[in-house]
């Protein structure tokens, strides 16, 4: 037979059928299909399938997600996945009072959250993995520990036995620092346009960005 869907699975109902007409059915007789290959990019999507799919990270010149049977060439299916892969990291910047969110994407990013809780350092320091942020494999969102002092250095992911992985990007820990504001006086009805100087103050990314004066807020 032949399976076109691009679905991981589809229930195909079985009948008899004679020329165009149908001669026999039952409408619980169905047959559940299945392909590994769709969704299943990488080693541990692929291993993240639930096991009664029979799924496998098949290696050689062309691996990929395959029925257990189906893979035949060497070295098999796969124990373990391979390290980790960091495409990106957004933002690369933020305060050595750390607080902020950081998203890894890329690629065997583990299998589970619990695969990669303890196993993220962003330039050295510790970064807590959020489970609601976690995608199979793909993305980790972590918030950042603070940092002693300004400094940066690569995000790195250890996934269990695997070796770690590490970014190209590098992030950057600063400490922005506010050094005037124009003009200096306006009305108590608020509406005046203020311009804050100072350094690194595009730390992290807009949206982490707040302004008070006084306790009042200030609109970017």
């Not at 692929?46 to 096991?51: E, P």
């Not at 962003?122 to 950042?144: F, K, N």
């Not at 620092?177 to 124009?182: D, H, K, P």
Request: net charge negative.
């Amino acid at each position: 037979f032949q399976y076109p869907l691009k679905h991981l699975e589809y229930s195909a109902p079985v009948y008899l059928r004679r020329g165009f007409h149908r001669i026999d059915s039952a409408p619980d007789l169905r047959l559940q299909l299945y392909d590994c290959s769709v969704g299943q990019s990488d080693c541990s999507q692929c291993r993240a399938v639930s096991s009664g799919y029979g799924c496998v990270w098949c290696g050689g010149e062309t691996p990929g997600c395959v029925y257990n049977l189906s893979c035949i060439s060497s070295p098999g299916p796969a124990d373990t996945c391979p390290s980790p892969q960091i495409t990106q990291i957004q933002p690369v910047s933020g305060p050595v009072e750390g607080g902020v969110l950081i998203t890894i994407r890329g690629s065997n990013l583990g299998m589970q959250y619990q695969d990669i809780q303890g196993g993220v350092t962003v330039a050295g320091v510790s970064c807590l993995p959020q489970s609601h942020g976690y995608l199979i494999s793909t993305r980790i969102v972590c918030e950042l520990q603070p940092s002693k002092q300004e400094t940066e250095g690569p995000v790195i992911v250890s996934v269990r036995d695997s070796e770690p992985g590490q970014s190209l990007q590098t992030f950057t820990y600063q400490d922005p620092q506010l050094t005037g504001i124009v003009p200096d006086k306006g009305p108590v009805s608020g509406g005046t346009s203020l311009t804050v100087q100072g350094t690194l103050l595009l730390t992290g990314q807009r949206k982490d960005l707040t302004a008070y004066v006084g306790q009042q807020p200030c609109y970017m």
